[in-house]
């Protein structure tokens, strides 16, 4: 967004703002009561608004500019305007559930916290994943548990998303022992872990687990790694787990 009163004072017309490509152009948007420019790159039309995509092993950079053209005439005598943007995102997000899980039959419960926000984890009560759990379930034993990871609205447009890994610990902390891996490296790890959707090419990552419990902890804390990729990358977004 950029304030209209800039482009007023430089005597430039909405209809002459423009990404680097000409078709993707500028509309007015109010926020707060201030009229701003703003032209909205969405996953189906960043290429074609001439939008440059870099990424390396951490982060994914989205890289444009706004222009200003007058094609009218021989000559023009209005302002010339170039402002580049560049949109960089960390590929790798770190969440846990939001509520603790209590087994029926068993005293392992299954701690979990809202992630970071692009990202979400919920706990599903079945593998349709239509409805989550809202507050703490009792998970008959050796019931599966559906999780299901989530880009939030507002970044979905440019990003697919991978699991690298899942792992479990007696306490909060992702770092603490003992550490059981559920998933490692985008492969399972534990013999009852099944996917549930085309992972790496989607804005969601399913998968469901056997529940379980440490044998010698009364709790259980669960923890993802998740990673953003670019969609239609010639980079691969899932391990290929042999």
């Known amino acids: 967004l950029i304030i209209k009163d800039y482009f007023d004072w430089k005597n430039v017309s909405m209809d002459s703002v423009h990404l680097a490509e000409d ?7 109010v926020v707060n009561g201030e009229e701003y420019y703003s032209i909205s790159i969405h996953h189906n039309n960043y290429s074609s608004c001439g939008t440059v995509v870099l990424s390396n092993a951490t982060h994914i950079m989205y890289m444009n500019g706004l222009e200003t053209r007058h094609s009218t005439g021989i000559i023009t005598r209005l302002p010339s305007e170039t402002i580049d943007f560049t949109c960089v995102y960390h590929r790798e997000r770190t969440v ?7 087994p029926r039959t068993a005293v392992a419960v299954l701690h ?67 550490q059981y891996y ?15 959707n085309q992972i790496g090419n989607e804005t969601t990552a399913n998968f ?33 787990c042999l």
């Open 23 to 29: 078709a993707c152009k500028a509309a007015i948007e």
């Open 96 to 102: 846990q559930l939001a509520f603790p899980i209590q």
């Open 112 to 178: 979990v916290q809202e992630g970071l926000v692009t990202v979400s984890m919920a706990l599903f009560q079945s593998p349709k994943y239509e409805t989550a759990y809202v507050e703490l379930p009792v998970i008959p034993w050796l019931e599966r548990l559906y999780i299901s990871l989530k880009i939030e609205p507002g970044e979905q447009n440019f990003f697919v998303l991978t699991i690298n890994d899942c792992w479990a610990t007696p306490t909060k902390h992702p770092s603490d022992l003992p």
């Open 182 to 196: 559920l998933i490692k490296k985008g492969c399972p790890a534990d013999e009852t872990v099944q996917y549930h």
């Open 208 to 240: 469901s687990v056997q529940m379980f419990r440490f044998t010698k902890y009364p709790v259980v804390f669960l923890h993802c790694r998740t990673e953003i990729c670019v969609p239609d990358s010639l980079e691969p977004c899932m391990s290929d």
